[in-house]
């Protein structure tokens, strides 16, 4: 697809906001996804679905804060039944595949891209009930099935996948993660190992060394160990 802005390194790590435009006070998306996500939107509220964004792009420092504030403790981690996890036992490698489960390396989270968004629908939640982004919400009993339901049959038409639909061994499954396969494929195409640890030599990121030392494995296990949406043609 064409692009605005060419694919740069500042881009894939998130240290740029030149590719995207808020779309409202907090969210910020992809500007060369804007028209494909609108017309998802207007397709889904024909339906009477509303489709709202939690979130957008996400820089490297805000990526950075999240995971020096769970590497140190001073966040919460939760394991897959949503337990908290005693850190302060693992090694830093564990620690690691800990909060990878959920959250990103800062530097290889998709949101850096801003054509990776995480949706819900502020219609369907019971009153007093907050938006929790965990798995049951989006199934079948949850409150947001019928989005689920709706973005199953719907979003590929408009080129737009779930990279985590279920789990795989790295990254847990994530239902409201919804991707636009034209962006997302060229950003993955664009990925290059040195770009990524460069960034983190060069960043204080908790635990760099130990990342640094189990690169491989973390890209393979919790990076390109997504689904591709089988847009095989791209
Ligand atoms: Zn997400």
Redesign the pocket.
Known sequence: MFLTTPITAAQLLGTTEQHIRLIDERVAIHQDMHSAFTSLQKAALADDIKIDIA?GFRSFERQKMIWNNKFSGRSPVKNEVGKSVNLSSLSDIDKANAILLFSALPGAS??HWGC???IYSQKLLPEQQTLQLEPWEYESTGPFAPLTAWLKEHARAFDFYFPYDKYRGGIAA?P??LSFAPLSHAYEQAFQLDILIDCINHSNIEGGQMIINNLDFIVKTYISNVNEGEFTCL
Request: glycine share 0%.
């Open positions: 979130s998709r949101h990776d968004i995480d994530e409201w993660h």
